[in-house]
């Protein structure tokens, strides 16, 4: 059974920073891009940032880019999501998302989905 578990969630004043992770298991995890996508209330979800297998290429939505930085551990099945500079609208509930074919920007894509990590960002 695939397991993507999320962490590192909470409440962060503006222009702070904020490390999430996510731990997979029950998959072959360097087979799956892996990415982050969040939801804020009252909004669909949406695509944040995506890292292929080998962890080589990256992807980020226009709004978080310079700002927050996705990595991937093969050895440990883990991936982050470090978030700077972080800004009230950032506030949503972030998941970690796995997909087999390409670096997903669309939710109908992902294969598997974590059960997401609350951060909340604070004026």
């Known amino acids: 059974q695939v397991q993507l578990v999320e962490s590192g969630g909470g409440l962060v004043q503006a222009g702070g920073s904020r490390r999430l992770s996510c731990a997979a298991s029950?998959?072959?995890?360097?087979?799956?891009?892996m990415g982050w996508f969040r939801q804020a209330p009252g909004t669909e979800r949406e695509f944040v940032a995506a890292?292929?297998?080998?962890?080589?290429?990256?992807h980020y939505v226009d709004s978080v880019k310079g700002r927050f930085a996705i990595s991937r551990d093969n050895a440990k099945n883990m991936v982050y999501l470090q978030m700077n500079s972080l800004k009230p609208e950032d506030t949503a509930v972030y998941y970690c998302?796995?997909?087999?074919?390409?670096?997903?920007?669309?939710?109908?894509?992902?294969?598997?989905w974590g059960k997401g990590t609350l951060v909340t960002v604070s004026s």
């Open positions: 029950g998959l072959t995890f360097s087979r799956y891009n």
């Open positions: 998302a796995a997909d087999r074919v390409t670096m997903a920007t669309n939710i109908d894509d992902i294969d598997f």
């Open positions: 890292i292929s297998r080998s962890g080589g290429a990256t």
